[in-house]
Structures are given as structure tokens and as C-alpha cells.
């Protein structure tokens, strides 16, 4: 389905803002590490209820709204597949599996704060990225227009896997994955077709959608130098589309211009807030939220149009 990664993108960074107000910063003999978080040796059952309760009620949200919002003028049709491995550059792919690798890392580290043992929180939490998104391709088969996509499937098992892989062999997450838009000069050429409004182009404009891996600097040199909170970032985008597999060339009785489609990779900086020290249980809480979306920084690009560039801020 067209979007859904981002609807859900924005209700799990409400969630964050919650889910992490339990986490135990300071380093006391009641508690373990793990990466810069210290966790309470003994499940607190109401914590846990808290955030098990908070999964529900974020789970029914979701059918909610796809069933009474979403797909609420949609024609309902037998079961079927649809590949759209290829559409928009694989850009809707990465988001899937950013989407899913925050359901699971917040879900993740909010049943660890509840003093859940590391095995189960990975069962429980690390696997919500994917069983979050499941039901939303199953509703894609069953509605016009869209179809139960494979390629979401192996995206959001992707985005779930990089949590759990990464919290059971290192006990941190060594990369971790960021969103960042900015809307394209392609929304202006649309007459609509990419959206109207900002919010209707962060939903529709693919070409302003950049999507990053990211590693803490000082720990993948293995040296204490840097600032704690630097990390190095790589970027993938794409631009120049008009349409999921090929471009449009009319929109609304409006020509759109030729262009030509294209890949980016990029080269950049961000900032890792929850390594930057505070004891402001507020500033805690609103770090996790901001480490959902990358920071703005200069940036080398590469595209597949040959071009090689550089950025003074690049978002």
C-alpha cells in the first residue's frame, strides 16, 4: 500500500516519546547494560502491562484506520499479488524497512524497560516491525489497486531482522536507519500529482525521500576521539519521477515535462541524540523521538546521471 510505512512512521514516534520514559539512565547495581541504556534486572509487571497495553491499542489503532479511513472507498476484490519490486526506484521499499526497523527497535527496548529478559523482548519486541505491517499487506490484497507485494514483505523482514541480529550478536545497534525529506522541484511540475501541500508531498512526493544507514564514528574505528555522538551517515534517493514505473506525461489536462529517472547515493554526517549525556528526563524522552529522522549536514552525492556534487546542507 502506497504510504503506509510513513502513516505508521509517525504514530511509532508518538509511541517512542512513552515507550523510552522508562528506561533507567543511571548506572546503578540493579540494573544491565546494554549499548548507552541500562535496564532493570526484574520485571516490573506494571511497566509491562503499560507497554503491552500500548502495542494493543497501537495494533486496533491501525486497523481502525485502515478499515474506516484508508481503504473506506476502496472496491474489495479476491485475494492477489502485486509485484512492485521496480516502483519508484525501490524508494517505497526502504521506507518499509525504516518503518519496520523503528516498530522494532522502540517495541524492542520498551519491553527491556519494562525488565523483560533480552530473549523475550527480542521475541515479543523485535519482531513487532514486521507483525505491525503484516496485517496492512494482507489488507493490500484484498483492495483494488493495490496487492500483496513481496517485496514489502522482504523489506519489512529486512527493517525487523537489523534490530534483532544487531541486539542479539552485539547488544547495541551498531547501524541504525533515518528518514529525511525535503520536497522536490519535481512537486512544482506535477500539478498535483506529487501533492499539494507539504504534507500531501511528504505522503506522495517520492523524490524528496532519502532514506540513511547510519554508524556511530568512534565505534566502528574502535577510538574514543570524536564526539560520542557523531556518526557517519550513507544515503539512498531518487528523483526525476513521475510515476511508480514510468513517468506520466499529463496530469490533471496539465503537460508534465520529460525527465529523466535517476538514482543518488549519498555521503554525510548526523547526530545520534541518545548519546548526548543529559539528566532532563524530558530532553531523554524527546532525543529517542528526534533519532527517528536525520539531522541536516553537508553531503557528497553520486547519481546514476553521472553526476558527482557536493552539498552544503543536504536533508
Not at 30 to 47: I, M
Not at 79 to 88: I, P, S
Not at 239 to 247: D, K, L, P, T, V
Request: proline share 4%; charged share 15%.
Amino acid at each position: 500500500m502506497k504510504q503506509s510505512s510513513y502513516i505508521i512512521l509517525i504514530i511509532i514516534l508518538c509511541i517512542s516519546l512513552n515507550s523510552f520514559a522508562q528506561i533507567n539512565k543511571k548506572n546503578s547495581g540493579d540494573s544491565k547494560r546494554t549499548e548507552h541504556y541500562h535496564f532493570p534486572d526484574s520485571l516490573n509487571k506494571t511497566a509491562l502491562y503499560w507497554v503491552a497495553g500500548s502495542h494493543v491499542g497501537l495494533y486496533a489503532g491501525t486497523w481502525l484506520y485502515l478499515n474506516k479511513i484508508w481503504y473506506k472507498d476502496r472496491p474489495k476484490v479476491p485475494f492477489h499479488f502485486y509485484n512492485d519490486l521496480a516502483g519508484y526506484n525501490q524508494i517505497d521499499k526502504f521506507g518499509h524497512a525504516t518503518t519496520a526497523y523503528h516498530e522494532s527497535r522502540i517495541s524492542y527496548y520498551s519491553f527491556r524497560s519494562a525488565g523483560m529478559s533480552k530473549n523475550k523482548a527480542l521475541l515479543y519486541g523485535g519482531t513487532m516491525g514486521f507483525m505491525l505491517q503484516l496485517p496492512i499487506e494482507i489488507a493490500d490484497g484484498l483492495n483494488y489497486g493495490w496487492g500483496f507485494s513481496w517485496g514489502d514483505i522482504v523489506a519489512n523482514t529486512f527493517g525487523s531482522a537489523l534490530v534483532i541480529g544487531q541486539e542479539y550478536f552485539f547488544d547495541e545497534q551498531v547501524v541504525t536507519m533515518k528518514f529525511s525529506f525535503w520536497p522536490s522541484p519535481y512537486a512544482k511540475m506535477a500539478n498535483g500529482y506529487l501533492g499539494g501541500t507539504p504534507l500531501e508531498q511528504l505522503s506522495d512526493d517520492y523524490n524528496g525521500h532519502t532514506y540513511w544507514f547510519l554508524g556511530n564514528l568512534n565505534r566502528l574505528t574502535k577510538q574514543s576521539v570524536l564526539p560520542p555522538w557523531l556518526n557517519v551517515a550513507v544515503g539512498y534517493s531518487a528523483g526525476g519521477m513521475f510515476g511508480e514505473f514510468e513517468n506520466k506525461t499529463e496530469y490533471n489536462g496539465v503537460t508534465i515535462p520529460e525527465t529523466q529517472r535517476y538514482r543518488q547515493l549519498l555521503l554525510s554526517l548526523d547526530i545520534d541524540f541518545t548519546r548526548i549525556k543529559t539528566n532532563s528526563k524530558f530532553l531523554r524522552i524527546l532525543f529517542q523521538g528526534l533519532n527517528v529522522v536525520k539531522v541536516p549536514f553537508p553531503a557528497i552525492e553520486l547519481n546514476t546521471k553521472g553526476e558527482f556534487k557536493g552539498h552544503w546542507l543536504y536533508y
